[in-house]
């Protein structure tokens, strides 16, 4: 039993409602912070590549070429826009599966923005990092993933498209090692 200032008795269980209740509004706050974007300067995850070369030949922060940006990725039905950046940006990497926008990768110039200002806002606006390392830190959301990595890259992925593209690799894998055992057998 605890005593109040006017010599009253606070119950212990009334005390630990409270700090309950305090504790639960502290996670729940710190969920509504945890939301992840899904989309950088209007260009938004699941994008066709037409919406995003208009965003990006209207945007200052690119220096978007048009279609000599564009090229294919060594998977079918993968696509990546390469663009320039200016100031804050020194390029745009924007990776396509299937004619939806999957991936944003922004390389930063560390001459203009540092690692840590940009760890710092990040943690401020999404809480501690769901995973971290000394080559990146990342904050997930069940749906997005936004990644900071070394030297000074921050990435927007879309999980389903990247867990899928990582159950594909890895059966790719297992069938090239059952290719590879068939050919050596020809031996």
Do not use: H
Request: net charge negative; aromatic share 12%; with cysteine.
């Amino acid at each position: 039993m605890c005593m109040t200032s006017n010599g009253g008795k606070l119950n212990i269980y009334g005390f630990l409602i409270m700090a309950v209740l305090f504790i639960l509004s502290g996670i729940l706050g710190a969920q509504d912070m945890a939301g992840i974007p899904r989309e950088y300067r209007n260009i938004r995850l699941g994008m066709p590549p037409d919406e995003v070369k208009n965003l990006l030949s209207e945007d200052p922060w690119f220096a978007y070429r048009g279609e000599a940006d564009v090229s294919l990725l060594e998977r079918p039905r993968s696509s990546l826009i390469d663009a320039g950046g200016s100031l804050f940006i020194n390029r745009g990497l924007f990776q396509f599966e299937e004619d939806a926008l999957s991936a944003i990768m922004l390389e930063l110039n560390p001459e203009t923005v540092d690692w840590f200002t940009i760890y710092t806002t990040l943690e401020e606006r999404y809480g501690t990092p769901v995973e971290m390392n000394p080559s990146k830190a990342w904050w997930e959301d069940g749906s997005t993933r936004l990644a900071l990595e070394r030297p000074l890259t921050v990435k927007y992925l879309d999980l389903a498209v990247f867990d899928a593209f990582i159950e594909a690799d890895v059966d790719r894998k297992a069938w090239r090692e059952q290719a590879r055992e068939t050919f050596l057998d020809e031996f």
